[in-house]
């Protein structure tokens, strides 16, 4: 059972920036691939962002493509959502979630195995 901690998040002006982390439990993460999804008010859950296990692939949801960058530290067990050029339509719950099948960086929730809690991000305008 491989558990995740998202921290990072917070209150931020239109065109700030935050970073996102993404701590899992188990030394095994390093072969699991990672997602950034958020959940806004009202709205379904999307896919923010994803890398594999090896940080060789990336994938982004095109509103967010130029302004944010994932990344992963597998010798601390950590991925990054660096976020920059902050949007008020950025503000949501941000959820890491991890994928036994570390070789691709996909952009369905369902093909995640385990999420974390969520993080708070508010962007204001």
């Known amino acids: 059972q491989v558990q995740l901690v998202e921290s990072g998040g917070g209150l931020v002006q239109a065109g700030g920036s935050l970073r996102l982390s993404c701590a899992a439990s188990?030394?095994?993460?390093?072969?699991?691939?990672i997602g950034w999804f958020r959940q806004a008010p009202g709205k379904e859950r999307e896919f923010v962002a994803a890398?594999?296990?090896?940080?060789?692939?990336?994938a982004y949801v095109d509103s967010v493509k130029g302004r944010f960058t994932i990344s992963r530290d597998n010798a601390k067990n950590t991925v990054y959502l660096q976020m920059n050029s902050l949007k008020p339509e950025d503000t949501a719950v941000y959820y890491c979630?991890?994928?036994?099948?570390?070789?691709?960086?996909?952009?369905?929730?369902?093909?995640?195995?385990?999420w974390g809690q969520g993080t708070q991000v508010t962007v204001s305008s």
């Open positions: 979630a991890a994928s036994q099948r570390g070789g691709g960086a996909a952009d369905t929730s369902s093909w995640y195995n385990y």
């Open positions: 188990e030394r095994t993460f390093r072969g699991y691939a």
């Open positions: 890398i594999n296990w090896s940080g060789s692939s990336t």
